[in-house]
């Protein structure tokens, strides 16, 4: 998404108010088992002064999720800050700032920067999720099983691929 910061550039120090909406690619998220539903909102504003375009937003969009506990997929509003610098060259500036462009300033790289890095390390379908049952693989979130009471400590980690783990950790 190509932002005009043509009015900026005239107006130094005064903030310009924008909205506009980012369609990124699926496949940025592919790794992590998301997709966008919704393109990205973007609403903030940005002001130019001494060669340098702060833009500071917030953002909105809706993800379809895979939970990292029980495998469900699930949709999720999800929303994230935005604080970033652009400048006319790298010389006089720091690595982590974008640059300005004849057109004006591209957003999609500092909006896609800024959403992987408010993304959560894990996906749940819902705080308390319950996960998969570790001995049937039920999803503990709907079934009720009884694996745990029927089966004794030696048996659980005989037929369990995950019983070592308890050793591991002390248990």
């Known amino acids: 998404m190509l932002l005009n910061i043509m009015r900026a550039k005239g107006n130094a120090g005064i903030a310009q108010n924008f909205e506009v909406e980012c369609t990124l690619p699926n496949d940025m998220l592919e790794e992590r088992n998301i997709k966008f539903l ?83 390390s894990r996906m749940l379908c819902r705080e308390d999720c319950k996960g998969l049952c570790d001995v049937c693989g039920k999803n503990k979130n709907f079934y009720k099983c009884n694996c745990e009471e029927n089966l004794s400590e030696i048996e659980r980690q005989e037929e369990n691929p995950f019983g070592k783990i308890k050793e591991f950790r002390g248990e």
């Open 38 to 120: 919704t393109p990205v909102k973007i609403k903030g504003e940005y002001s130019y002064k001494n060669e340098v375009l702060n833009l500071v937003a917030d953002a909105s969009c809706r993800l379809q999720c895979i939970c990292d506990n029980c495998g469900e997929t699930f949709e999720k509003d999800f929303s994230f800050k935005i604080n970033e610098n652009f400048i006319e060259n790298y010389n006089s500036h720091s690595d982590e700032d974008y640059l300005i462009n004849q057109a004006g300033i591209n957003i999609d790289e500092a909006v896609s920067d800024n959403l992987l890095l408010s993304l959560s």
